[in-house]
T-cell receptor, first 116, second 114 residues
Framework: AQSVTQLDSQVPVFEEAPVELRCNYS??????LFWYVQYPNQGLQLLLK??????LVKSINGFEAEFNKSQTSFHLRKPSVHISDTAEYFC??????????????FGSGTQLTVLP | NAGVTQTPKFRVLKTGQSMTLLCAQD?????MYWYRQDPGMGLRLIHY???????AKGEVPDGYNVSRLKKQNFLLGLESAAPSQTSVYFC?????????????FGPGTRLTVL
């Protein structure tokens, strides 16, 4: 079975400052990794994903994440945050052994609050 | 396309009452999922379905039942609600294929059991 740990439950940061949201996973087999974002009172939306290939993946709104197999991490970064980035961010993992249904295992979430 | 919709958006139940949450998707997706979201615990999978007429248990299935009579609908039932089932419930769907097919989530149902 796999598990996901998000080390920070709350991350406050000032507008235009850089931010890193940490995610570590545990799995005995190869994984696919995802970051989802949840804006207030909404469902989750996919932000970015790592399936294979380049270990650095990017989203359209300036976030990026790097898959580090040796450290079993998939940290999310943004060089300059905006007020509109305030949301809860979830790291998730699935594996080939999850079967065709590709059930996701989620971390506990990190609330990013961008301060003016 | 409406995507994934959930009804109702809010509900308050008394202990022992029953109710059904409806999830509908118009994307012709094969797979559908029910999650619950609790503070500090992320999302946990309750049940899922890989196609019409099939269902399977997830991580936290106790106290819930599901049905997938039509491809576009996935129902979550609580036969005898308990305060521990107070949560926000999310439905999701995805199409068949590889892991690059993302799950699409509905807006959620906030359930309070008194």
């Amino acid at each position: 079975a796999q598990s996901v740990t998000q080390l920070d439950s709350q991350v406050p940061v000032f507008e235009e400052a850089p931010v890193e949201l940490r995610c570590n996973y545990s799995s005995s087999v190869s994984v696919y990794l995802f970051w989802y974002v949840q804006y207030p009172n909404q469902g989750l939306q996919l932000l970015l994903k790592y399936l294979s290939g380049s270990t650095l993946v990017k989203s359209i709104n300036g976030f990026e994440a790097e898959f580090n197999k040796s450290q079993t991490s998939f940290h999310l970064r943004k060089p300059s945050v905006h007020i509109s980035d305030t949301a809860e961010y979830f790291c998730a993992v699935t594996t080939i052994s999850s079967g065709s249904a590709r059930q996701l295992t989620f971390g506990s979430g990190t609330q990013l609050t961008v301060l003016p | 396309n409406a995507g994934v919709t959930q009804t109702p958006k809010f509900r308050v139940l008394k202990t022992g009452q029953s109710m059904t949450l409806l999830c509908a998707q118009d994307m012709n997706h094969e797979y559908m999922y029910w999650y619950r979201q609790d503070p500090g615990m992320g999302l946990r999978l309750i049940h899922y379905s890989v196609g019409e007429g099939t269902t399977a248990k997830g991580e936290v299935p106790d106290g819930y039942n599901v049905s997938r009579l039509k491809k576009q609908n996935f129902l979550l039932g609580l036969e005898s609600a308990a305060p521990s089932q107070t949560s926000v419930y999310f439905c999701a769907s995805r199409k068949t294929g590889g892991a690059n097919n993302e799950q699409f989530f509905g807006p959620g149902t906030r359930l309070t059991v008194l």
